[in-house]
């Protein structure tokens, strides 16, 4: 598994190369997406393409997404690398300049590379078969725009570092006033008796497609309560269960925050429910 798509040229990985002045290299000056698929089958495509081009618009990078043209990259990629399950990787930098410059330069062309890798097999809705996550929590610290799905993510591996030095899969953000954010690489869900809640989005948090797709599967099904509104990490630490959704984890339950279980300390009946509608739903978007 190792052929990718460069500037459009599908070769092999190791022959692969970009200049050392690529801007992407140089600054983490570009924008990238994660789209998981099984057995070739996307998932939340047209969503994902959207907010790749939300991020390029928004970084001034003039390069206009052509779904069909993705979704053709998408399918070689998985074709050329032997199928399965396979995410596949999306970048695009402002592309390179003949000097190292903070102002965006004119005139140049961007740089597109995309791979395929291994993913583990969808989850299932099935609490014995739930993988479970404990986390740590701590301040966010990272820029005012984490709404931009930049390539920069120093900020974001430095959080999720924190969370693996105590023996963690992930760290859970608060903001000065001891408001959810999100957490270093997903989205975050909080539930209290049966009641669905999620921090709203804005400059603090990514918009994840997970999310999106979550919310609105759950609003289209209406049996279980949804809200998106500001939630206190009080009410992380109180909740009956809480979640971590992203498009590699899904809805990943999360049994225990620094040092402590999340209501009875397993996987609870709301996530079964809502990871079933999610398995029956996620080829829709």
Request: glycine residues 8%.
């Amino acid at each position: 598994m190792n052929i990718v798509y460069l500037n459009g040229i599908y070769l092999p990985m190791a022959e692969a190369r970009i200049s050392p002045m690529d801007r992407g290299f140089l600054f983490g000056d570009g924008i990238y997406e994660v789209i998981p698929s099984y057995d070739g089958r996307l998932v939340g495509f047209d969503p994902h393409m959207k907010r790749l081009q939300d991020g390029l618009d928004a970084i001034e990078i003039r390069l206009p997404v052509d779904h069909a043209a993705w979704r053709e990259v998408a399918g070689q990629l998985i074709a050329q690398n032997g199928g399965g399950n396979l995410g596949i990787y999306i970048h695009i930098s402002r592309g390179a300049d003949i000097r190292r410059n903070h102002a965006y330069p004119e005139d140049i062309s961007p740089t597109t590379y995309a791979f395929a890798f291994e993913i583990p097999p969808a989850p299932v809705p099935e609490k014995a078969a739930a993988t479970c996550y404990t986390v740590a929590t701590t301040e966010d610290l990272r820029w005012r725009r984490c709404n931009i799905k930049s390539t920069a993510l120093l900020g974001n591996v430095m959080h999720y570092q924190h969370g693996h030095a105590l023996g963690h899969k992930e760290t859970i953000l608060h903001n000065e006033a001891g408001e959810l954010t999100e957490a270093s690489a997903c989205n975050v869900f909080v539930v209290k008796n049966g009641i669905v809640a999620t921090p709203q989005l804005d400059h603090q948090k990514l918009p994840g497609i997970t999310r999106l797709m979550v919310l609105e599967i759950l609003r289209r099904d209406g049996s279980i309560p949804v809200e998106e509104r500001v939630v206190t990490m009080k009410e992380l630490k109180d909740a009956d269960e809480v979640w971590l959704t992203s498009s590699s984890k899904e809805i990943a339950p999360v049994v225990e925050v620094d040092g402590k279980p999340v209501g009875n300390g397993k996987v609870g009946d709301v996530w079964l429910a809502a990871q079933t509608l999610y398995t029956a739903h996620k080829f829709d978007f």
